[in-house]
């Protein structure tokens, strides 16, 4: 049943995703198309780039959202938190329809190279290919067939004719080049680049756009704890914690961050900050050797294999049966 959820929506999602950008893209095709070839670039970017990046971004909000509310609801299929679990699949969703983002090259060293701006920012990385299908779709004149770019399956693109698309003239962002005439196409290789540019520009907002929809998710599910249970773990449970601290032995039961791990996850708190915050300053928990020193430092840098940490630990506890034996206020002494 889970898959089968899983699957339907990736497909509504997918769809959706295609549907913003493809409504955008024809707005503002009418609108370029009217405007008079000096005011066409400006068109470009004041019309079409602010409501794609502004679309997108109310989708990946949407998006983020639903794959948190299945992940929740199916939080022991998922094999890990439901936040990371949304963000992985979200971001699978983006890289199919949108590529991923574009790290800034370094300029020339030597400050004489003769590259445009555009290629100094994206050093040769390509633009995804339906990217650059959306750009066109806004910006190209009359007589250019995008039909001729679609492949063979749904929703499939033929790389060579995306690669060999020439921009109008007007659409040249590169500062030192913006004086050249706005009349006729770009070439091939110069286009490239700009288009590259625009991809850059474009995942600089959905970056953004991922990282507000995690903090709402996040509010949201600290927001929906039961007002009932938080008061009992504050109260009565944090009077069994402090017999817990006599009476229960971690160490019998995989240790103590095992067994934080394991009661704070049965106690239903997903704040991981607020867990990594006590096994580093409560519990002294530490990781000599390793790439990160302690749990806070683990889950500022890498926050997805964090969370994959404190997921096996709990598939620990489980395969050696401690985990009905650990109790659920256990994290209570460590907590902050």
């Known amino acids: 049943m889970f898959k089968k959820a899983l699957s339907a929506l990736e497909l509504l999602l997918n769809r959706e995703c295609i549907q913003v950008s493809h409504r955008v893209a024809q707005e503002a095709y009418e609108k370029i198309k009217a405007a008079p070839i000096e005011q066409k670039r400006n068109v470009f970017w004041d019309c079409f780039f602010p409501s794609w990046t502004a679309g997108l971004s109310d989708f990946i909000e949407k998006a983020f959202q639903e794959y948190v509310q299945l992940g929740v609801a199916n939080d ?22 949108l590529g991923h983002e574009m790290k800034i090259a ?28 959306w750009i066109a779709e806004a910006c190209s004149g009359e ?6 770019w679609l492949g063979e399956g749904e929703w499939e693109l033929d790389d060579e004719a ?29 286009t490239a680049p700009e288009v590259g540019l625009i991809h850059f520009e474009l995942w600089r907002k959905l970056e953004e756009a991922i990282e507000r ?8 599910i600290a927001a929906s704890t039961d ?17 817990t601290k006599k009476d229960f032995y971690p160490q019998k039961y995989g240790g103590t961050e095992l067994c934080i791990a394991v009661s704070y996850h049965k106690a239903g ?13 409560v519990a002294h928990i530490k990781y000599p050797g390793q790439t990160y020193l302690d749990p806070m430092s683990w889950y500022r840098e890498d926050p997805k294999g964090f969370t994959q940490h404190l997921w096996k630990l709990r598939e620990k506890a489980k395969k050696n049966n401690w985990y009905d034996s650990i109790p659920l206020e256990y994290y209570q002494i460590y907590a902050r």
Not at 143 to 148: A, F, K, R, T, V
Request: aromatic content about 8%; overall charge negative; some cysteine.
């Open 76 to 97: 022991g299929l998922i094999g890990e938190e439901p936040l990371q679990w949304a963000e992985t699949n979200l971001r699978q969703l983006l890289e199919l329809r």
């Open 106 to 133: 370094h300029p020339d060293p030597s400050g004489t190279s003769e590259m445009s701006f555009a290629e100094r920012v994206t050093g040769g990385q390509k633009a995804y290919n339906w990217i650059t299908y």
């Open 143 to 148: 007589g250019q067939n995008l039909g001729d």
């Open 162 to 190: 995306v690669d060999s698309w020439q921009a109008p003239a007007w659409l040249i962002t590169s500062p030192s080049q913006k004086d050249q005439p706005l009349e006729g196409w770009l070439d091939a290789k110069t």
């Open 213 to 220: 929809a995690r903090l709402c998710a996040e509010v949201d």
């Open 227 to 243: 007002p009932a249970v938080e008061v009992e773990l504050l109260t009565e449970q944090t009077i069994k914690a402090d017999a």
């Open 269 to 281: 708190f997903r704040d991981l900050r607020r867990l990594a915050l006590g096994m580093k300053n």
